[in-house]
């Protein structure tokens, strides 16, 4: 069974600091998602990751994959305020866009 | 484009009762999954539909069950509501693995509250 972990759980960090999250995952996989959730709203996708290696960058925040570590990090730099949200991580186990999702990070970001 | 589109937003249910979720799901994309996301956890793969069959499903009880029409827009039904099945489900479209397409879109989600 596929086991997606992330952490921390929760993460209050100040304005235009530096900080990772991480997703470890338990089976081989080559897909991983990245998604951010403010509340009471849907996932928004921020990361496809496809491949051993892959990195993507998108404003203040860029994502990896290692699939021989089977790890992820979601690293945010300089964060800012609107920056606050849930995020998650979600990997693709079987090859058909059924995701297992990690129970997500809970970001605030303090003036 | 429209994006994936959810009804309805909210509703409120007793145990025991039988509810029904739409889902139309985003133009061109064939196939639909549901995941269930309870208050402070990741959301949880109910089932998927692909050309009208389950192609997949989670660790969810039969009574959760669900249709895929020829629109490609889908049901989730669950029976027998329990206080448990409270949460927000989420639908999401997308190409069939393998098309080439990567992206999921998930619609903004129908809260349920079961009571």
């Known amino acids: 069974e596929l086991k997606v972990e992330q952490n921390p759980l929760f993460l209050s960090m100040q304005e235009g600091k530096n900080y990772t999250i991480y997703c470890n995952y338990s089976t081989t996989s080559d897909r991983l998602y990245w998604y951010r959730q403010d509340p009471g709203k849907s996932l928004e996708s921020l990361f496809v990751?496809?491949?051993?290696?892959a990195v993507k960058q998108e404003g203040r925040l860029m994502a990896s994959l290692d699939t021989k570590a089977r790890l992820s990090t979601l690293h945010i730099t300089a964060a800012v305020h609107d920056l606050s949200a849930t995020y998650f991580c979600?990997?693709?186990?079987?090859?058909?866009?059924?995701?297992?999702f990690g129970g997500g990070t809970r970001l605030m970001v303090k003036p | 484009e429209t994006g994936v589109t959810q009804s309805p937003t909210h509703l409120i249910k007793t145990r025991g009762q039988q509810v029904t979720l739409r889902c139309s799901s985003q133009?061109?994309?064939?196939?639909v999954s549901w995941y269930q996301q309870a208050l402070g956890q990741g959301p949880q793969f109910i089932f998927q539909?692909?050309?009208?069959?389950?192609?997949g499903r989670g660790n969810f009880p039969p009574r959760f069950s669900g249709l895929q029409f020829p629109n490609y827009s889908s049901e989730l039904n669950v029976n027998a509501l329990e206080l448990d099945d409270s949460a927000l489900y989420l639908c999401a479209s997308s190409w069939p693995r393998g098309s080439g397409a990567n992206v999921l879109t998930f619609g903004a989600g129908s809260r349920l509250t079961v009571l």
């Open positions: 979600a990997v693709d186990g079987n090859a058909g866009n059924m995701l297992t």
């Open positions: 133009s061109g994309h064939n196939t």
């Open positions: 539909y692909y050309r009208e069959e389950e192609n």
């Open positions: 990751l496809l491949s051993n290696g």
